[in-house]
């Protein structure tokens, strides 16, 4: 059996969803009819998690379950600045060294890390406690993503890019929050990482 753990926040939990609504679910029956029984998803995705609380857990949560591949999707709650504070949950540079630390974790327990570079948003998320819009706390966090999976060598599943050049209709992928996925984003999204993660199963 090969094991894909699913290991990010809450757009990886989808805890409004019903499992087989869930893009995890949904990847999970893609790789049933496309590549045979042999495959085994795990969600593990937390609501409002970052990197932070992505370390504390990793012993508890991947580990046991390595080796595996991982797809590892954080950034958004890392970016954000919550009411009252100046500086975002975990900033850009304690955000890289969290990503390359997971992905050197993966590979201790022989699994194969994949980074994922979130999907795109709009900018309807208000209250950032710095003044500034969600999107502009956000948008510096995708490119540090790529950059990590450049530095430590590391393959991405690079949704924003991907689904920008596919001219995805972000009515349809996103919730009224334009953040979190709607139902309808669930498949268009578990679709995007069923072929990334075949190219790089491939490669």
Request: a positive charge.
């Amino acid at each position: 059996m090969k094991r894909i753990v699913c290991f990010g926040d809450s757009i990886t939990a989808a805890s409004g969803a019903h499992e087989g609504g869930r893009w995890t679910g949904r990847l999970q029956r893609q790789l049933d009819d496309r590549m045979g029984d042999g495959w085994q998803v795990y969600n593990r995705g937390i609501g409002g998690n970052t990197t932070w609380q992505a370390l504390d857990r990793f012993d508890t949560d991947v580990k046991p379950l390595l080796p595996a591949y991982v797809l590892i999707e954080y950034g958004f709650n890392d970016g954000s600045v919550p009411e009252g504070r100046r500086i975002p949950r975990c900033g850009l540079p304690a955000f890289r060294e969290n990503l390359a630390e997971i992905v050197r974790m993966v590979r201790a327990g022989k699994g194969r890390p994949i980074l994922v570079v979130n999907h795109p948003i709009t900018d309807t998320k208000t209250g950032q406690g710095n003044g500034r819009t969600y999107l502009r706390n956000f948008s510096p966090y995708q490119p540090a993503i790529r950059d990590v999976a450049k530095t430590t060598k590391t393959p991405a599943i690079d949704l924003e890019r991907d689904m920008t050049k596919a001219k995805v209709n972000l009515k349809y992928l996103l919730a009224e929050d334009g953040l979190h996925l709607s139902p309808l984003g669930q498949g268009i999204y578990a679709d995007f990482i069923f072929s990334g993660l075949c190219r790089i199963i491939q490669r």
